[in-house]
């Protein structure tokens, strides 16, 4: 059976520090690993990894993707309050139908 | 700007009651998905669509149908409302193709009293 598993369920740091998120996965056709950032309201798209060992980056936020060993991370460097999230990970399994299965995502609260 | 909307933000229904979600999508996007959101459980997928009046089942269909007459708007049907469907709902949407991100709408919090 497919899944996707996110770790840890749930994290409390304070502005200022660095958070690691992981998401690991067995897949079968597997083609992609997205991360999306949910707050109130819809998933916001972070970042769209499909080969190994390139570092995304967008600003303080980075991940990278490891395909033999089937997992995933995103770094978030100086925290700040406004990166309070659902941090949700998905992996696309369905080809041109970009169907995705996700993880139950990890809940990131930040202290001023 | 892609955006994605749903008609309601909040809806309460009672038990038996016939359930309409609206879903639209400004972007001429192929696919289309309808997706339950619970507390431990994160995301998972009810129906997708791929093209107008092409449908299919995801992994929790049981108590729900779709209908996608149009390309821009895909509704999710509860024929019966029951107290377990009780849930946030996204709706999202891509293009075809591999390498697509699919875009999301704000939600529907449904509760069924």
């Known amino acids: 059976e497919d899944k996707v598993v996110q770790s840890p369920l749930s994290l409390v740091v304070h502005e200022g520090d660095t958070v690691t998120l992981n998401c690991s996965y067995e897949v079968t056709n597997f083609r992609s690993l997205l991360w999306y950032k949910q707050e109130k309201k819809a998933p916001t798209f972070l970042f769209m990894l499909?080969?190994?060992?390139i570092e995304k980056k967008s600003g303080r936020l980075s991940s990278i993707l490891d395909k033999k060993e089937l997992f995933s991370i995103l770094n978030i460097t100086a925290t700040q309050t406004g990166d309070s999230a659902i941090y949700l990970c998905a992996v696309n399994y369905g080809g041109a139908t970009n169907k995705l299965i996700f993880g139950t995502g990890t809940l990131l609260a930040v202290q001023p | 700007d892609v955006k994605v909307t749903q008609s309601s933000r909040y809806l309460v229904k009672r038990t038996g009651e016939k359930v309409f979600l609206e879903c639209v999508q400004d972007?001429?996007?192929?696919?289309m998905f309808w997706y339950r959101q619970d507390p431990g459980l994160g995301l998972r997928l009810i129906y997708f669509?791929?093209?107008?009046?092409?449908?299919e089942k995801g992994d929790i269909p049981e108590g729900y149908s779709v209908s996608r007459e149009k390309k821009e708007r895909f509704s999710l049907i509860l024929e019966s409302a029951s107290t377990n469907q009780t849930s946030m709902y996204l709706c999202a949407s891509s293009f075809a193709g591999a390498g697509h991100e699919q875009y999301f709408g704000p939600g529907t919090r449904l509760t069924v009293t």
């Open positions: 972007m001429d996007h192929e696919n």
């Open positions: 499909t080969s190994s060992g």
């Open positions: 669509s791929y093209d107008v009046k092409m449908k």
